[in-house]
């Protein structure tokens, strides 16, 4: 402590060190208690829901019985506690029958006609929805998010959504550990319980999520036999916790870090820069617990399916407007995932030229960059318009479903 305050002074006003004095003090402070730690990441206390009863989906929007509450164990013992969600047309199609089904929380699940109508289909897809911090199943932008993911093919595509450990009714509290104990449990229970496979899987994440889902899928592409997905979505992600830190900006204008942060870039063509006292800002890094180490799971994700000769799908959707995560994140992440199928790798600026011949410009919706190998197709959605939570509602999330759907 003493340190950083003679560092700060050296280089800077007495405001500056009362800045670094208060920052230090602070993350000091949420660091060096898991708690306070496990709060700052996950904010998992703040519900949302608070109001409503998750066992009645009907409050949150849905028809009588279209959704099936119901609990998965994770290996370590938590209860997790998820939402089976049937699809409007396949609804529509068996609803005398779901009228007369019991209502609430299913003590078993696999009693459920629900769940029949999901595990008998061969043809059924699953999207497995990762949730980002805050909240529950049934927060905010997350219900929306379910119907855009069904829309393309409402007689087909299931989803399960779930809440990590100590968020809603779900038992414990979340670690990075254990969250991705979770993600794995929501896997093993679409493949096991509801024997779909992996092929018919795909995953849906958002900001928080999509740290998760790069930890599952990178454990399970590890695991012999390896399993892949049909695809993985990718909305709003982060390179990493210590990354995130320095470009977080509280109602996107005033830097975390303050003085500390990366400065802000608008621009297209420059990765994240460096913060400013990188060392300053590395040393704070070292006291943050849970890294979600994103963008290097990822990358080692796609090397172990490029050598493999295994097919990959993977889509990142960032808007411009994100105050919560800078959509520079999905730059970054981009060129780490591209770099890691090329044998050798890419500089940054290299990969920035050939994406100039690549992409598509589609007006006010933004910029598409759709990077193939003989293996994987790694697209990039830029938006203009979508903000941070608005976007998981959006027209662009059904397409990112159906077009990982329709390559094979
Ligand atoms: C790109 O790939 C090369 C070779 O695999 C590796 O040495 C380098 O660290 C990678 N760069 C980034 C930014 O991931």
Redesign the pocket.
């Known amino acids: 402590m003493e340190s950083i305050l003679r560092t700060s002074l050296k280089y800077g006003s007495i405001s500056a060190a009362t800045f670094v004095g208060i920052y230090a003090c602070l993350l000091g402070l949420i660091t060096n208690h898991s708690f306070f730690q496990g709060h700052a990441v996950y904010l998992h206390a703040i519900q949302t829901t608070w109001f409503k009863d998750l066992n009645v989906p009907e409050a949150f929007g849905f028809l009588h019985n279209q959704v099936t509450p119901f609990s998965i164990e994770s290996s370590d013992g938590e209860s997790l506690y998820a939402w089976h969600i049937l699809p409007p047309e396949l609804y529509r199609k068996h609803e005398e029958r779901l009228l007369k089904e019991p209502v609430g929380f299913a003590q078993d699940v696999t009693s459920r006609l629900a769940f029949k109508l999901l595990r008998e289909d061969p043809d059924a897809i699953l999207v497995i929805h990762m949730h980002g911090a805050t909240g529950t199943v049934g927060s905010g932008y997350r219900v929306p998010n379910y119907r855009v993911l069904s829309a393309g093919r409402p007689d087909k595509i299931h989803v399960l959504a779930f809440d990590y450990r100590g968020f809603g009714y779900s038992t414990g509290s979340p670690s990075e550990r254990g969250v991705l104990q979770d993600g794995i449990a929501a896997v093993n229970w679409a493949i096991k319980v509801a024997g779909i496979p992996h092929e018919r899987i795909l995953i849906f994440s958002h900001s928080l999520g999509t740290a998760v889902t790069s930890a599952v899928i990178n454990h399970f592409v590890l695991e012999s036999p390896s399993t892949n997905f049909a695809g993985v979505i990718f909305v709003a992600p982060f390179v990493d916790v210590p990354t995130l830190v320095a470009t977080y900006r509280i109602t996107g204008t005033i830097p975390m870090l303050g003085p500390f942060s990366s400065p802000f870039v608008t621009s297209m063509y420059e990765p994240i820069p460096p913060p400013r006292f990188p060392t300053f800002v590395r040393y704070l890094s070292t006291f943050i617990r849970d890294k979600w180490l994103t963008?290097d799971r990822i990358?080692e994700f796609v090397r172990i399916n490029e050598a493999a000769g295994r097919k990959y799908r993977l889509t990142f959707i960032h808007a411009q407007d994100d105050y919560d995560v800078p959509w520079t994140h999905t730059l970054t992440l981009f060129?780490?995932v591209v770099?890691?199928t090329?044998?050798?790798?890419?500089l940054?600026e290299d990969l920035r030229f050939e994406k100039e011949v690549l992409q598509k410009d589609l007006g006010e919706a933004g910029t598409v960059v759709e990077w193939k190998t003989g293996n994987g197709v790694i697209r990039e959605e830029i938006l203009k318009y979508g903000l941070h939570d608005p976007i998981m509602g959006d027209s662009v999330v059904t397409q990112a479903v159906m077009r990982i759907l329709d390559m094979k």
Request: hydrophobic share 40%.
């Open positions: 963008g990358a060129h780490r770099n890691a090329i044998p050798g790798g890419i940054f």
